[in-house]
C-alpha cells in the first residue's frame, strides 16, 4: 500500500483530470482515466482502511465517476438518437427512393 498522502494525492490528481475531460466531453480522455482510475483503486488497500485525508479523496473521487457514469449514459443516448435519425431520415436514401419510384412510371 501506498503511504496515505501519495495515495490522497494520487485519487486527488485522477479526479481533477476526470474533471477536466468531463468538462471538455472528451469521451477518450475519460475512457482512459477511467481505467487509471481502475488500476488505482485495485492497488489501494481496502478503502476503509485510508488515513482521513485519502479516504476524503476516495469518497470525492467515487462521486465524481458516479457523475461521469451518468454523463457518458446521456451522451451515448444522445448518439443513439441522432444515429436512429440518420437512419430514419437519410436524405440520400430519400433520394434513391424518389427516384427508384419515378422511374418506375
Given at each position: 500500500?501506498?503511504?496515505?498522502?501519495?495515495?490522497?494525492?494520487?485519487?486527488?490528481?485522477?479526479?481533477?483530470e476526470l474533471?477536466?475531460?468531463?468538462?471538455?466531453?472528451?469521451?477518450?480522455?475519460?475512457?482512459?482515466?477511467?481505467?487509471?482510475?481502475?488500476?488505482?483503486?485495485?492497488?489501494?488497500?481496502?478503502?476503509?482502511a485510508l488515513?482521513?485525508?485519502?479516504?476524503?479523496?476516495?469518497?470525492?473521487?467515487?462521486?465524481?465517476?458516479?457523475?461521469?457514469l451518468r454523463?457518458?449514459?446521456?451522451?451515448?443516448?444522445?448518439?443513439?438518437?441522432?444515429?436512429?435519425?440518420?437512419?430514419?431520415?437519410?436524405?440520400?436514401?430519400?433520394?434513391?427512393?424518389?427516384?427508384?419510384?419515378?422511374?418506375?412510371?
Amino acid at each position: 500500500m501506498r503511504p496515505a498522502s501519495d495515495a490522497a494525492q494520487q485519487l486527488r490528481g485522477l479526479q481533477a483530470e476526470l474533471a477536466s475531460a468531463l468538462a471538455a466531453a472528451d469521451w477518450t480522455a475519460v475512457s482512459a482515466i477511467d481505467q487509471r482510475i481502475r488500476r488505482c483503486l485495485e492497488a489501494l488497500a481496502d478503502p476503509a482502511a485510508l488515513e482521513p485525508e485519502a479516504r476524503a479523496a476516495h469518497q470525492a473521487l467515487h462521486r465524481l465517476h458516479s457523475e461521469a457514469l451518468r454523463a457518458c449514459a446521456q451522451e451515448c443516448e444522445r448518439l443513439r438518437q441522432r444515429l436512429d435519425h440518420h437512419l430514419d431520415y437519410a436524405e440520400g436514401r430519400s433520394a434513391y427512393q424518389r427516384i427508384g419510384l419515378m422511374g418506375g412510371r
